[in-house]
Every structure is written in C-alpha cells, then in structure tokens.
C-alpha cells in the first residue's frame, strides 16, 4: 500500500507565486480592459547580451558536428566553465580550487537540495522573511513540526526576525542550531549584510560547530566596494560554509537555467572526516542530478569572459536603474521604502497599517500594478510588499506614474 | 553542531561510472600506447539531427529580442511540449491531458527524486539488475538498512531477479510491497517486458495498491509492434503507475537535458485523495526545482515535430545497426549474448564462470574493450557484462574486431 509522504501535507497552502497568479486572474477577468502592470515576480526582461548569446550559439553548433558533440559531460559541470568561476572568485579575493564548485540549472534547485547532505534532525534557522525553498525544502525533508497558520510558521524552526529594527540583518540565533540559511543581498528584503555581520554569523557557526548556507545570487547587484559579494571573503568560513550562486540575474539566464554551488574541501562539521561534506555534495550531485545543459555551460562560459562580464554588468546597471525610479517614486508618494540600492528588490511598508496582502489587493486595484506580498516569505514579511527592478523601463515608469496618480494615500 | 545525513554512508562504494573511469585511467596510464575502445557507458556520439538543430537554434535566438526573450517558464514546462507529449503518446494509443505531463532535466534526475513523493518508510522493489539511480536515491532517502557487501544488497529492500531463466523479466514480488521500479526497454539487459507480463504487474499494483515507477528512457528504441512503449498501453495503469520519459537516447539529447514524467491525475494510491499524487509531483517540481531551460525545450518541441521524428527514428536505427554488428560479433566468438534487439544495450554473460569484473579487467586487458561490469547494477548482474550500442559505426566495428582478434577464450 504505497502512500504520500506526508511531510508534502504539512506545507501550507500553494507557493506563493502562483498564488498571486491565481489573484492577478481574477482581477484581469473581472477588469478585462485594465493593463496589469507586474512588479512582482523577480524575472528577468531584457535580452542576453552578444558575447553571451555567442557563447550559446557555439554551444548549440557544436552538437551539430561530429568532431564537437558531447553527451553526458561531468555531473560537477564543464572544466573550463568551473576554472571560470575560480577565476571570478579570485578577482573577489577568495581562493577557491575548480573543483571546489559544483556547476548546476541553478540557484534553487541547489537551495532546495543541499538540506539532503544534513542530518534528517537538524535544527534549522532561517531569516524571516525569506526565500520560500529554504523552509519549504526542510519541511518536505521532515525537519518541522506541524504549520501554525496563524503564526504563519512551522513548529521546530528557528526564526530569525529581519526587520526595521535591525536593519533587516538579524544577530545570529541565541539557541543552538545546525544549519542556517543566509541571503544577502536579500531576498526578498534588499538588505545587504555587512562584513562585521556575516563574521559575527561565521563565528557563531565555528563555536557552534553549524553549518552556513549562504545564498549569493545577487552578488552582482552590489556596487558599493564595502559589502562583501561572498561568505568567503569572511575569514574563517570555508570551514564552516556553503555558497550557491547564479547566472539567473547575473546574466539572464532565469529561463536559460545555470548556477553553481561552493562546497570548500576544508568544510567540516561535528561529525565528518575532512573532505567528508564536500564528497557528499559529490554523490547527491552524480546521483540525483544529470549536469547543466551543456549550450547553458557555453553561455556561462562566455558570461565569465572579459567582454561578458562588462556586457552583462551593463546589464546589471540598467536593472539598478529601475531600482533608483521605483524608489524615488514611491519615497515621493510618502511611502517608506527600504532596499533597492545594492539589490534588485525594493521592500515597501504597507501604508495604514495594512497587512500585506490587503497592500497587495489595494495597490492592485487602485493602481493596477502587482508587488509580492511580504507575508508569502514569512511572518516577519508581514505588512511588506516586495517590489522587484526587474522589468522594461517603460513599463517600470508606467507602473510608478500609475502609483503616484492613482494609489489613494 | 552539524552532522551529515547518514544514509550517505550507507551507499556502497563509488557510483559505478567513476569507478569504471579510474580502472580504464589506471590501464590508459599503464600502456599509454593502447587505444581503447569504449563499449561502456551508454552515451550518445552522433550529431544532433537538422530539424532539431533548428529547433535550439531558435531557442537561443529568442534570447536576443526583447519581443521573444523568455525568462522563467513553468517549473512543469512549456505548454507547447507537453501538448507535443500528448500528441506523442495519443500516438502509442494512449490518451493524456497535457497537464499530466511534467518536463524535467532528464530522465536521471526524476527517477532520482520521485521517491521523495511518497512515504519514507515505503517497502521498495527493484528489478536486479537495476539502474543504479532507483536503489540509491531510496538509499539516501533512508529507506534501507545496511548494505550486505558479501550480498551485494541492501537490508529492507526487495530485489526481483532478472535471470536466464526468466528472460530477465522478473514476475512481480510474492511480498507486499509498496513501490515498485521497473524500466523497459531495460538497461542495464536489454530486455523487453510484453503485454502480459507488465500487466501482471499492473494487476499486482492495483491489487495491492501499490505504485509502480516505469522508466520508458529507451521506448524508442523499440521496432516490434507487438512490444509495449508505455506502461499506458495497459489497462488500467493509469490508476497506479508513473511514467519517466527522455529525450537523451530518443533524440540524442544526452548533454542537453530534457526528459518528463507522467503523474497521470487518476493515479490514486492508498493514502491519497483524488489527483493528490499529482498534485504532489507538482508541490515537489514547483518548490526544488525551476524547470528546464527554455533552450532544451524548444529542441524538445522540433524533436517530436513530424520531420523532427522522422530523423531522430533514423538516428535510433543507425544505434540499433551498431546494436546488430556488436551482437552478430560477439555470438561468433561463441558468446552468449542477450539483449540488442529492441533495445541499445547487449548483456554478455561473462565467460568460463568469470565474474562481472574478472570479465571487465580480461576485455580490457586482452581486446582493449570497455564494457560495464553487471554485478553494479545489482547482484544478479553478477557474470555478465553491459555493452552499449552508441558509438561511432568506425568504433564499433574495430571494438568487435578487436574482441574477435584478441579476446582468449
């Protein structure tokens, strides 16, 4: 008698997404005639770059011809694209060895997995707000307790509150955990962690003997030289954690699907031998896992060139561009906005004490444009909206005009 | 304080693959001189086919203009994919909506993680010998006991013998269980299940309310029509069965990565509500995973294109010519060779009672030929070998030559 794993029926309700697609068709059907304007979901709009796209193009035509064709490449990812990601870290100052890094079809699914390496009852900690695949991830695992739906958080995790108090970088936990999630610059609260911050986290896992998972997917996004792109440049963290990274925003490539993920050899926890973690990250990948397209590999390969890097970091400042518009706009309107300047998300205050799906139904509404209700990443997210640059810039100054014209203040 | 997931230290040795590699790099290293031939590991060698070629490039294309540039899709896929799917599958006379149809990365990552959908302490049958992927990611899922190495089995699990004396199609367990693995055409021995035997196992399951994961990676290369493609074509599986498809044998797809499974909404099990299973599959793609890349999916889209079929059949009957001349060789040497007729792998039993390995290390020793040791997929692969139809025509024909030039027997 086969049955459900009943973890899967602890999750609550739908992901958030296409939760807020469910609410954005509803009102498109009853409103027909009224152009939505999306600043919700963090996806990619705007054409990959020539270098880039060349290097997509070699790797399709090399499967055309005899003398070029690969089938099944290493589970890890292409040499010459892991060497490439060596040298990018290099020029952050942090050393890594090639085969430290674990090419994969992106940032989430390697969010989601690397749970599988940690014991089954590990106590985790998450900032809250947070990227949904981390506690979901756990709780399909079997790492929680039921569901409070009126806490809106799962019994056994550990919450570490982000909010306007602490600038939304919280302190590390007071209790004892094994495993904490770190995203910074945040999702979905546009924080960015300082270094003093991210040390007092390393410490905390070196005393403690916990681990950190340290997802870095919009490293690219920080412009200010002060704020560190990567754990690794904290000292003391290649012993103690872990970093997945992405080509998603960098280049792209949301729709293109490529990341990476650094497991350090030196990476070692209570009860593992030396290299014992990262051989581990090895047998899930050859496992579970089959290798990134290869034609993604070439575009990640040519992301990491010279001209992609100045290419794609154009692109970049186009996206911080839309960041600088919504948040002027907004501040304009007498809201109160935080994030949106080393990140592509901006984290809105509910006006009036709305909760934050009420600020998402109004601003729908009224305005007709779609943030992301802050509440969807966690309790903290509660009376939040998150609004993302991600988006054409016509459109970003449509919705920000149509904010300032029509939202009743 | 940290521990890894200790159902990782279960896994028996290395995964079979890499252990081949360091045995074949060992021997490379020992007579730098000698070429050899590899007959192994079962990866595609030719050239994507024009029609598909056209399809990628297109995909790439698209990420050039803001009008066609896509970023993240469905986790589940593209619509116009999974409708080419159902087209593909109302033509093996199986009807299917669309969204039953679930596009992933490959056949290897599903049939890795589509356990994880059910309970964890699932009884689970395999077929032995098996794909490695089906026992291990149970393993890691904590659903075994110890491994038996003087066995070659895992404590919990029940093995379902593939022999000569059953044509290396099992019957289905005489024990309850409650998930059962079977792949057909099957890797690693090339047998083919007929009506009358998968719907005993259908009956088994719906009798037992179990659930049954077929991996239908090698359909294609079916040519006789009195043999199954689907586990849909029998009556009533669609009440208790899953179906993993891929594109990496059908359409040579193996670096690309593409691949789908089948989560039909009848499919109930003895837990689970109406269309829970499938709704299930859906929580899991939707929270670990980001779907395909849109690259991959375009290729997709061309291959089941009625030109695109067309050359990809074509493609397949180039392997199975291969499959022709390994076999007609191999028998001429006095060989017992089963396998390679409706499918791309052969499965030699090993001479003068050698095992698996004995027979691996003589190949590559006297004819400079790699095969695939049987006893890795299982215990009752023990004293036979795996050969693999892909290659270059060139390859192949100077591998058997070579065997029939050299091999002592």
Known sequence: MARINSSYRKLSAGYLFPEIGRRVMEFQKANPSIKILLLGIGNTTEPLTPAVMDGLREGVERLSAVETYTGYGDEQGEKELREGLARYYSSLGVDLEADELFISDGAKPDAGNIQSIFATDSTVAFQDPAYPVYVDSNVIAGRSGPYDPRRGNYAGFVYMPCSEMNGFIPEPPEETVDVIYLCSPNNPTGAVAGYRQLQKFVEYALEQKAVLIFDSAYAEFISDPALPRSIFEIEGAKKCAVEIGSFSKFAGFTGVRLGWTVLPKTLKIADSGPGEVHQCWLRRQTTLFNGASNIAQRGGIAVLSKQGLHECRKLIDFYMGNARIIKKGLLECGLTVYGGENAPYLWVKAPEKLTS???????????????????????????????SAFGHRSNIIEAVQSIQAKLLL
Do not use: C, Y
């Open 357 to 387: 799906w009420e600020f998402f139904d109004k601003l729908l509404q009224e305005a007709h444009v779609t943030g992301t209700p802050g509440s969807g990443f966690g309790p903290s997210g509660e009376g939040f909206l998150r609004l």
